[in-house]
Nanobody, 124 residues
Framework: QVQVVESGGGLVQAGGSMRLSCAAS????????MGWFRQVPGKEREFVAF????????YYAGSVKGRFTISRDNAKNTVYLQMNNLKPEDTAVYYC?????????????????WGQGTSVTVSS
């Protein structure tokens, strides 16, 4: 079993940057593929970015591609989401998720373990 805990959210002005962290605990945490999702009230949880267990194949939603970067440090069992040029529409609760599936995809159902989320607010 894996536990994930997000941190790093807060308030930032449009055009600014923020880095989210996701600490994964568990003996096999470094072997899980990891994803970031986000959700605003009244809407479904939305895929943001994905990275494989060894850091290969980062994949992004079109709305964040070129602005967000996902990375991981398996020595620290931590996944990061660097967010640059933030826009008000990036405002959401951001969730980190871990998957045992070889191809978890972009849907929440492909992920097995979730954090509690961290709130990001981008002011205009």
């Amino acid at each position: 079993q894996v536990q994930v805990v997000e941190s790093g959210g807060g308030l930032v002005q449009a055009g600014g940057s923020m880095r989210l962290s996701c600490a994964a605990s568990g003996r096999t945490a470094s072997t899980y593929h990891m994803g970031w999702f986000r959700q605003v009230p009244g809407k479904e949880r939305e895929f943001v970015a994905f990275i494989t267990w060894n850091g290969a194949g980062p994949y992004y939603a079109g709305s964040v591609k070129g602005r967000f970067t996902i990375s991981r440090d398996n020595a620290k069992n931590t996944v990061y989401l660097q967010m640059n040029n933030l826009k008000p529409e990036d405002t959401a609760v951001y969730y980190c998720a871990a998957s045992r599936s070889p191809s978890p995809g972009i849907f929440p159902g492909g992920y097995d373990y979730w954090g509690q989320g961290t709130s990001v607010t981008v002011s205009s």
